[in-house]
């Protein structure tokens, strides 16, 4: 099983600054397949990137994704109140399917 | 827009069983892989099952094999998780989920339904 790794687990900034997420995988991902997923307390996750930088349907271009290999980020050019939430990564280069922890971006 | 409203879930005694649903609208159902995704405080985000376009192919974690069935109906629309032996550890909300790349990746996931294991 791939084992996703998130850093940090918590990232406190404000409104405007930029905010880089990393996800690390414990194997070599096969074509980039990685996803990040913001989810707001209460609600479920929402697709953000696929692909390691594809983005989905009506996110923001502020969103942005990169890497490959084992190692991924995930950036928020300036941040919005409502990107105060938590992002989680998703393999799909093995199965099974894994996510990691989770990074919580709160408002500083 | 794509909407899934997954309902059944609630309070159960360890070994019993209990069955979601979900109700998709909004899309083409029967165009997509659907999963079922979990999520609890301790252990996170977990790929539960997904089931193919035709309902021929299915896929388990390894902590659910032989106890869940997934299945789907193309004339309701509807996906469904029939868990079986249920333990403890199954405490989670569970989400039906849109998948996309053969459901390796999910585009749209439903509010979730919350499944408590308890005596």
């Known amino acids: 099983e791939i084992v996703l790794t998130q850093s940090p687990g918590t990232l406190s900034l404000s409104p405007g600054q930029r905010a880089t997420l990393s996800c690390r995988a414990s194997q070599s991902l096969s074509s980039s397949y990685l996803a990040w997923y913001q989810q707001n307390p209460g609600q479920a996750p929402r697709l953000l990137i696929y692909?390691?930088?594809s983005r989905a349907t009506g996110i923001p271009d502020r969103f942005s994704g990169s890497g490959s290999g084992t190692d991924f980020t995930l950036t928020i050019s300036r941040l919005e109140p409502e990107d105060f939430a938590v992002y989680y990564c998703q393999q799909y280069g093995g199965s099974p399917w894994t996510f990691g922890q989770g990074t919580k971006v709160e408002i500083k | 827009q794509v909407q899934l409203v997954e309902s059944g879930g609630g309070l159960v005694n360890p070994g019993g069983s209990l069955r979601l649903s979900c109700a998709a609208s909004?899309?083409?159902?029967?165009?997509?892989?659907m999963s079922w995704i979990r999520q609890t405080p301790g252990k996170g985000l977990e790929w539960v099952s997904y089931i193919s376009t035709t309902g021929t192919a299915t896929s388990y974690a390894d902590s659910v094999k032989g106890r869940f069935t997934i299945s789907r109906d193309t004339v309701k629309s509807s996906l469904y998780l029939q868990m079986n032996s249920l333990r403890v550890e199954d405490t989670a909300v569970y989400y039906c989920?849109?998948?996309?790349?053969?459901?390796?990746?999910?585009?749209?996931w439903g509010q979730g339904t919350l499944v408590t294991v308890s005596s």
């Open positions: 692909g390691a930088s």
């Open positions: 909004g899309f083409t159902f029967s165009d997509y892989y």
């Open positions: 989920a849109r998948g996309r790349y053969q459901a390796r990746y999910t585009d749209y």
